[in-house]
């Protein structure tokens, strides 16, 4: 009898309070074998959902011209080759560097196919839902940690971001690593999980550029929640996890300011995403809150490649400023399509045509599955907050969503990190939903029992 308590006891201290009231957080890893091998099989799981979908769908995809993608398989080709970081005959930084060298691992592997490339970005799809695994762990217990897993492996909307041979897989990566080290910075403060903390948002940043905002809008607040510690102890965790991204991020940027002598300092893209997103196409009609080529091609100044993207800059930042009244009703327009408010269906279709493009079915199903996801991390952020759970780390990433597509236009690429937040999120409130089922069914049938005693 007494063994048996013990244990219970050991079970409710590695998952939380039993009635889920308090709340403490987690190590990490040192959890049962019973979640271990529950978490395995979930990867296995969602690798074999992505193998599926890039077999049957993705395997002999042509692209009619040249885009991002063919962009980044070339970039890792070259890499392979030994010519870093090449310039394809342009003097530009198209994107930054991470996933082209990440990628160049299949090219000197000789896996040099769009499928074969398509498999090994599923697996790296496959590692953010083992790390969500542990995130949901950390701060709700093995229950939701496995539930988060499950929700990761099978959600369309997360698994679709792994269906290309794009960043977004491996930018979802860098940001769930980031996040776990944010929980762990925060269980135990300490100057080595800081600088882990800001080299996991320097790699995220490296993947994709808007990621940079990690750091003021997810890192930071949590450090200045640390409210156990004296303030000048928190500047200085935040002054060092900002000193430690910097680290990361400055061979690049500095390699790009003496190439181009221009504020170009992640890639030469942002000119050309303003320009397609502020312009008569974007601004008025049935695409507005999305992206025109047409208006992308401004100035013709692709000699100097820097300079047409600072060029396309002003002349976004000109027609917006022009067209004050609209940004508004724009800006809702682009959420809602980011979020599936605003012509859902029109999306799924842009989102199954644009660069190698999702499955129809499945973007369409992706819409309507947010809904669900959405509601469910929005019931997970109050559950965590009765619980004065942190929730920076992942309420920051959903922000860092939100305001990149109010600036740029509305893509699946925009909402990628955030998928990691949602996902967890979504985990803690079926989790929750479950506990407070089984409390019901317990207080039930206790009651059943006592009547059966006065009986």
């Known amino acids: 009898m ?61 692209f009619p011209t040249f885009n991002d993608v063919d962009f980044y398989r070339t970039e890792a080709l070259k890499i392979a080759e030994g010519i870093w970081y090449p310039n394809f005959a342009l003097n530009a930084s198209n994107h930054p560097p991470l996933f082209g060298l990440v990628l160049s691992a299949t090219d000197v592997a000789r896996l040099m196919t769009y499928g074969e490339q398509l498999l090994f970005v599923a697996f790296l799809g496959t590692i953010v839902v083992f790390v969500v695994g542990l995130i949901g762990r950390q701060i709700a217990g093995d229950r939701a940690g496995l539930i988060a897993a499950a929700v990761a492996a099978l959600y369309p909307g997360f698994w679709l971001q792994g269906s290309r041979v794009m960043p977004e897989p491996l930018a979802m990566v860098t940001v769930a690593v980031t996040t776990l080290a944010c929980y762990g910075l925060i269980r135990k403060p300490a100057w080595s999980r800081a600088v882990w903390v800001g080299v996991g948002c320097g790699l995220a940043a490296l993947t994709r550029s808007e990621l940079v905002l990690l750091l003021p809008l997810a890192v930071w607040p949590m450090i200045g929640r640390l409210r156990q510690l004296p303030i000048r102890r928190r500047l200085w965790l935040a002054i060092v996890a900002s000193v430690a991204m910097l680290v990361v991020m400055t061979p690049w940027m500095a390699s790009n300011v003496l190439r181009f002598h221009e504020p170009e300092l992640l890639s030469t893209q942002a000119g050309v995403t303003l320009a397609g997103s502020n312009c008569p196409n974007t601004y008025y009609g049935s695409y507005i809150g999305y992206w025109s080529l047409r208006c992308a091609e401004q100035p013709d100044l692709q000699n100097n490649v820097a300079a047409y993207d600072i060029a396309l800059a002003h002349v976004a930042e000109r027609y917006a400023l022009a067209h004050l009244s609209r940004l ?40 309507w599955f947010q809904y669900v996801i959405v509601g469910l991390a929005a019931a997970g952020v109050v559950v965590l907050r009765r619980k004065r759970a942190p929730l920076s780390p992942l309420v920051g990433v959903i922000v860092l969503d939100v305001v990149v597509v109010a600036l740029f236009y509305a893509d699946p690429r925009f909402l990628s990190s955030g998928q990691v937040a949602l996902v967890v999120l979504s985990g803690v409130a079926i989790d929750a939903g479950v506990r407070e089922i089984t409390k019901r069914r317990s207080v039930r049938t206790g009651a059943i029992e006592s009547e059966h005693v006065k009986l």
């Open 328 to 367: 508004p009703d724009v800006i809702w327009a682009r959420e809602g399509r980011a979020w599936g408010f605003y012509k859902p269906s029109q999306q799924a279709r842009l989102n199954a045509l644009g660069e190698d493009g999702w499955n129809l079915t499945a973007a369409h199903a992706q819409v």
């Open 2 to 62: 007494l063994e048996a308590r013990v244990e219970e006891a050991e079970a409710v201290q590695s998952s939380g309070a039993a009635d889920g009231s308090q709340w403490e957080l987690a190590p990490a890893f040192s959890a049962s074998g019973r979640f271990w091998w529950g978490l395995l099989a979930l990867t296995v799981l969602a690798l074999a959902t992505r193998v599926l979908y890039a077999t049957l769908w993705k395997w002999h995809f042509s």
